[in-house]
């Protein structure tokens, strides 16, 4: 009866042990950087976003195994076992520090038979607040920008209470990007300035720094050269700036300011000596703000005092004796010296005029059928550079003339292929270049006194010609120019 009774309770053992068990035993779980909750059949932990461990106690009638439904998850969560054989089994659970900005969750099956039990291991997200740029620049002129910050948590933009009005802040959760308009006004002054802009969350605080540059110091000279004439003048300099300015001249012996000229901030009036020598001089007048080391400067030149008041080059006609006539600057005209270069070239004298001298010249006809040149040289006392002017006389040309008794003629009007010459026989003359012609309403004028006077026209070739109207007493001669063209 006994033996019946052993073997009764080892099939009870038996038929227990086809039955397989796996409970989780939530009461023996031990994690101190997560929570627990769940039943014996399925459970969960729940990580801050720190590195962590926690105990799992489960009890299995049988072998068991354990598997991460996503493979992934293995990445950042792992178990001290996956298998073992039945009984009270105790499991480590690890996950590493959550550096992303997202929950994550693995589910780990346990199986142990055709019996599972579920284990879900989340863990939470970083915290996480970021600026895009923790420094902006602004001009002086002011505008724009905009702070641009990611978040998952709460947080809050602040500025300085004066700043207020031109800040418009925003807030919102979830890890996305967020945009706050600035407005900055301009600075009208010459220093730099900043100010702060802090967004604040329960991670920390960060912080964004606006700079915005003064007025750029300016100082913009309206010129940088200014030429004058050896006999000077007044001239004035434009000038803008922000800054207190003031101005020096290098040498400043012949410069100086108009002192009656002096309301204008911005423009500066000046005036120059009379330059007495034979040599050009320059000055330099120079701007400057001492303060800020902001300069700029005008250099000026003046040129040398000339003898002659023009020396363009004069061309004279060939066939006759015309009067030449320069005019000086100055002085007298024992003060005078003038050298012709040629002997056709003839000083007739020197004589007062209201500014200066009138030097009169003349020359002699040119018997050859080659034009010539020459120079005349006129040296001022007590300077040996002179001044010079180039004359050219025509060569022997064709002409015609005509004899007038008028106080007043008119030119003829003619076409030419070369350089042509009207010589009114008063010693004065005009000259024409190639192919220009004469102009219709060129009228001369006589003073001399003279009751008549013979005109001589000189040119290479005349295709045609329109006389003045007749006069009394009038006679043309054309033989010179029939002879001419006989040859």
């Keep these: 009866m006994k033996k019946i009774l052993i073997l009764t ?9 086809c039955r397989p068990e796996l409970d989780f035993v939530l009461d023996s779980f031990e994690a101190t950087s997560a929570e627990i909750s769940g039943t014996d059949e399925a459970a969960s932990l729940l990580f801050t976003s720190d590195e962590g461990q926690a105990t799992v106690v489960f009890h299995s009638s049988g072998r068991w195994n354990a598997a991460f439904v996503n493979d ?7 178990m ?29 099956v346990f199986t142990c038979d055709e019996v599972e039990r579920t284990l879900v291991v989340t863990q939470k997200q970083k915290d996480a607040l970021f600026l895009d740029a923790n420094r902006v620049e602004i001009p002086c002129e002011g505008g724009m920008f905009e702070l641009r910050f990611r978040t998952n948590v709460d947080c809050t933009v602040s500025v300085i209470d004066e700043a207020a009005s031109w800040i418009i802040p925003a807030g919102t959760k ?13 600075n009208e002054t010459l220093d730099p300035r900043q100010g702060y802009v802090t967004v604040t969350a329960s991670t920390g605080k960060e912080t964004l720094t606006v700079y915005q540059a003064g007025e750029k110091p300016t100082l913009v000279l309206g010129a940088h050269d200014v030429d004058l004439p050896a006999a000077g003048e007044s001239f004035s300099v434009q000038v803008t700036s922000n800054l207190d300015v003031s101005y020096a001249f290098r040498n400043g012996q012949w410069l100086r300011e108009v002192s009656t000229k002096t309301i204008s901030t911005n423009t500066f009036y000046f005036e120059a000596d009379r330059n007495q020598t034979r040599k050009d001089r320059q000055d330099w007048l120079v701007f400057s703000d001492k303060v800020r080391g902001v300069q700029d400067s005008i250099r000026i030149r003046q040129a040398f005092q000339p003898i002659l008041a023009a020396t363009d080059p004069l061309f004279v006609p060939g066939n006759n004796s015309v009067q030449l006539t320069l005019w000086t600057s100055g002085g007298k005209p024992e003060d005078f010296k003038v050298t012709p270069s040629a002997s056709w070239l003839v000083l007739s004298r020197i004589e007062k005029d209201e500014e200066g001298c009138r030097i009169l010249l003349k020359t002699n006809p040119n018997r050859k059928e080659e034009a010539r040149e020459g120079k005349i040289s006129v040296y001022l006392d007590g300077y040996g550079v002179p001044d010079e002017v180039k004359v050219t006389q025509a060569a022997l040309q064709r002409w015609f003339s005509y004899n007038t008794r008028s106080s007043e003629v008119k030119a003829p009007y003619f076409a030419q292929s ?15 270049d190639k192919f220009s012609g004469n102009d219709k309403d060129l009228v001369h004028k006589y003073t001399d006194g003279a009751k008549q006077h013979t005109i001589v026209v000189e040119s290479g070739a005349i295709p045609w010609l329109l006389l003045p109207e007749p006069e009394d007493g009038m006679h043309f001669d054309f033989s010179n120019l029939k002879n001419k063209e006989e040859d």
């Design 9 to 17: 309770a080892a099939l009870a053992l038996l038929l227990t042990g």
């Design 72 to 78: 992934r998850a293995a990445e950042w969560c792992q």
């Design 80 to 108: 001290s076992a996956t298998e073992g054989r039945g009984g009270t089994v105790t499991v480590y659970v690890r996950v590493q520090a959550n550096k992303d900005y997202d929950d994550r969750s693995a589910s780990i």
């Design 174 to 186: 979830g890890l996305t990007q967020n945009t706050l308009p600035f407005t900055v006004k301009a």
């Design 418 to 432: 070369g350089d042509a010459f009207v010589i009114w026989g008063d010693g004065s003359y005009d000259y024409f």
